[in-house]
Every structure is written in C-alpha cells, then in structure tokens.
C-alpha cells in the first residue's frame, strides 16, 4: 500500500471510530455535557465505561440489577413520572411517545437525565451517579409497554426475549 493510501485509510478508520463514539449533549439547550460536574463515585463502573464508549447501557434487562434499579426510579423519578413510568406532573416514560425524541435511544435518555431539562426536571448530576443513572434508564426501559421491536436501545439478542411491562405481572 502507497504512503499516502495508508495515511487516508488510517485517518478515516479514525474518523469512523471517532463517529462511533457517542456524544452527549444538554438536551434543551443542546451545549455537550460536562461530565466533571458527576460524583466521583460510581464513574468507574464496567458499565459506565461501556456506555461512555458505547452508548450501550449493559444493565437494560439485567435481572440482576433491577431490584436496586427499582428502588432508585421509585426514590428518584416516580413522584413525577408515576410509579410505573406513566406519568404525572412529568411526561410518561413507557411507552414510544418521547417529549424529547432523542430519549428513544439512551444516549439521549442519558443526556436528559444527567442535564436535566426545562420545567421541573432539573440536572441529576448532583442526585445520582453515573452508575445510578444508567440503572434508572435500565428501569425505564423495564417498563415499556410497547412492541419490542421498536425498542431501539435493546440488542437484537435481548429485543427477541423482551416482553412488554405489564403492571399486575410486576409484583
């Protein structure tokens, strides 16, 4: 391969991963995170990494985590969004109707929870940590109620075995 054929297959394999890399931006105001402002604790998690490098949160339907995904959603979220994410003073978050759009793939859930947005949803930064919040988007994303198909943030793997939430199955 001539010099400078490398060079450009280099830089644009560059450029592909560099596009690859989710990026995260203030859903309101659209300005990127500034993820020094997060807690210290909770940054390093194999899930955190995962997601910073991904955009895959690794805990969507990780029976494993759910129980303590629950208990933060319930403490954190459900005054607002009801306690089956159907909403109250703030929009419901189980089913395909997203107040922001860019909420139907967790890059952009993620984006909302951590900068917060207009109204009553202020930055979570400050309540949460980065781990925290994707085990919360992992239980929002556990109580859809819509066609798994358009279940956009599930793996091919995990959106053929997901079944819709449904409240009086949830115990």
């Given at each position: 391969?001539?010099?400078?054929?490398?060079?450009?297959?280099?830089?644009?394999m560059t450029a592909a991963a560099a596009?690859?890399?989710?990026?995260?931006?203030n859903t309101v105001d659209g300005t990127p995170l500034d993820f020094d402002l997060a807690m210290e604790e909770g940054r390093d998690t194999e899930?955190?990494?995962?997601?910073?490098?991904?955009g895959e949160n690794i805990y969507n339907e990780d029976p494993k985590i759910l129980p303590e995904a629950k208990d933060l959603f319930a403490s954190m979220c459900s005054g607002c969004h009801g306690h089956y994410g159907e909403g109250k003073i703030g929009p419901g978050l189980n089913d395909d109707y997203w107040?922001?759009?860019r909420n139907a793939e967790d890059v952009g859930l993620f984006s909302?929870?951590?900068?917060?947005?207009?109204g009553q949803m202020g930055?979570?930064?400050?309540?949460?940590?980065?781990?925290?919040?994707l085990k919360v988007m992992a239980w929002v994303r556990h109580?859809?109620?819509?066609?798994?198909e358009t279940a956009t943030w599930l793996i091919e793997e995990k959106r053929?075995?997901?079944?819709?939430?449904?409240?009086?199955?949830?115990?």
């Open positions: 391969m001539k010099p400078f054929a490398l060079t450009l297959t280099v830089v644009c596009y690859a890399t989710p990026r995260f931006y899930a955190v990494q995962t997601f910073m490098d991904t107040t922001y759009p909302t929870m951590f900068g917060g947005t207009t930055p979570m930064w400050g309540n949460l940590t980065l781990d925290e919040m109580l859809y109620t819509g066609d798994p053929k075995e997901f079944t819709p939430f449904a409240p009086e199955k949830s115990g």
